[in-house]
């Protein structure tokens, strides 16, 4: 009940209380990549910039290099950097992120 009912105060423009559950979710089940990508939409799509580089940080140190999409959590984590203007730390996980993903991977901030 809690992910739909999250989902239907976006639909409602309550996008704020939808990632304050996210948070909740991620808090208890911090390897839930579904919805990291979920509250990291939320944040952005607030201007939340701060909000979107801290989630990604309290969940990172939970995953290790070898779980799958831990390098799309690098990402994530890499563009909430880029978006609080820390450019330097955000090339740094960018640089990561190749080596967990066998895409090519370009960072544009």
């Known amino acids: 009940m809690y992910f739909t009912e999250r989902c239907i105060w976006c639909c409602y423009s309550h996008v704020d209380r939808a990632c304050a559950t996210w948070e909740q979710i991620l808090y208890d089940c911090p390897t839930d990549a579904f919805v990291a990508r979920l509250v ?10 701060e909000a979107m580089r801290d989630s990604a ?16 959590l690098l990402g994530i984590y890499s563009f909430g950097l880029c978006e609080t203007r820390d450019f330097d730390n955000a090339m740094l ?6 080596d967990y993903c066998h895409l090519s991977v370009s960072v544009y901030c």
């Not at 990291?40 to 910039?49: D, H, I, V």
């Not at 940080?57 to 799309?72: D, N």
């Not at 996980?93 to 190749?98: C, E, F, I, R």
């Open 93 to 98: 996980m960018a640089t990561k992120v190749g």
């Open 40 to 49: 990291q939409n939320g944040y952005y799509f607030l201007g939340a910039n």
């Open 57 to 72: 940080a309290r969940i990172l140190p939970h995953w290790t290099p070898g779980r799958p999409l831990y390098g799309y």
